[in-house]
């Protein structure tokens, strides 16, 4: 079980409309100063829906290269067009990623055999560990836990689960069915603690992009078995849970790292920046947490 505690879901920095490969190099090198317990390149928070083939690569092998072997690299690599899906996921391969995390086929809506089929192609073609990502929010359809168990039956390479549902009797279920040996991390950052409550084992955030050492401390506290002090922690990083969330991430995310001088805030169409008032609320909430 190796993607186990806090894993980032990193922001891809631009510049001039470009990959800035400097500022990605010295983002990854931080989280992992700051003790994170993991890595995730080319997710939703890091525009990925935006980013070229051959971008989606690139940022991948950076970093890959950046980390060195010192903590997880779980590398995004999902599609609604199996095809293409698998494309991505053999760039995660041949960068020497740790694993690939497979978000379900968004806006085909298929159905739950639609979905053990996608994900039976995808292993048929790749071997590498496979995390699939269940978010309805974006996807408009939701890997029933059923199914999810029904999968890791067939599918030896499926080793986890990003739930990004926020119903935590689906959580629970998803570890009923598939055993405490199926990594199941939270989606969302403000079910971290209740998941890891109900037997669950990490998540991959977007906060961490901010405070990376507040949601390792987290999980960390957790399975050392110090809930009060995971508690604690879980409250602190609240209002930075919300502020994450104030408008689409991860443009929240991006202004805040471009507040603390980490990079420029810049997004790509048709994500733009936050509206005045949102960003005022981001800038008190980072001064209210100590962060700028």
């Not at 978000?103 to 292993?123: E, R, S, V, W």
């Amino acid at each position: 079980m190796q993607f186990v505690g806090a894993f980032t879901a990193l922001v891809t920095p631009f510049k001039n409309g470009m990959v800035d490969e400097e500022a990605y190099r010295a983002h990854v090198e931080w989280q992992i100063e700051q003790g994170i317990n993991g890595v995730v390149p080319c997710g939703t928070t890091g525009e990925s829906a935006t980013l070229s083939h051959e971008e989606h690569a690139f940022v991948i092998k950076i970093c890959v290269d950046q980390v060195k072997g010192r903590v997880p690299v779980l590398a995004g690599a999902g599609s609604n067009n199996t095809r293409e899906a698998i494309e991505l996921a053999r760039y995660a391969k041949d960068a020497k990623a740790d694993g690939a995390l497979l978000i379900t086929p968004y806006y085909n809506k298929p159905t739950q055999a639609g979905l053990i089929a996608h994900f039976k192609a995808m292993a048929a073609e790749v071997h590498l560990p496979f995390v699939v990502y269940n978010v309805p929010g974006r996807t408009s359809v939701n890997l029933l836990p059923q199914t999810v168990a029904a999968m890791r039956k067939e599918i030896p390479q499926l080793v986890g689960i990003k739930e990004a549902t926020g119903n935590l009797c689906q959580v629970s279920d998803v570890i009923e069915y598939c055993g405490p040996d199926f990594t199941v991390l939270s989606g969302d950052d403000f079910t971290l603690l209740p998941t890891l409550a109900i037997g669950g084992h990490g998540v991959i955030s977007v906060t961490s992009n901010v405070a990376p050492a507040l949601v390792a401390k987290l999980c960390n506290a957790w399975r050392a078995g110090d809930t009060a002090a995971a508690k604690k922690l879980h409250y602190m990083l609240a209002p930075l849970n919300r502020a994450m969330f104030i408008e689409t991430n991860p443009g929240p995310a991006k202004t805040a790292l471009g507040l603390m001088g980490r990079m420029k805030p810049d997004l790509r169409l048709p994500l733009v920046g936050l509206a005045p008032k949102n960003a005022d609320a981001l800038a008190q909430t980072l001064k209210e947490s100590g962060l700028l």
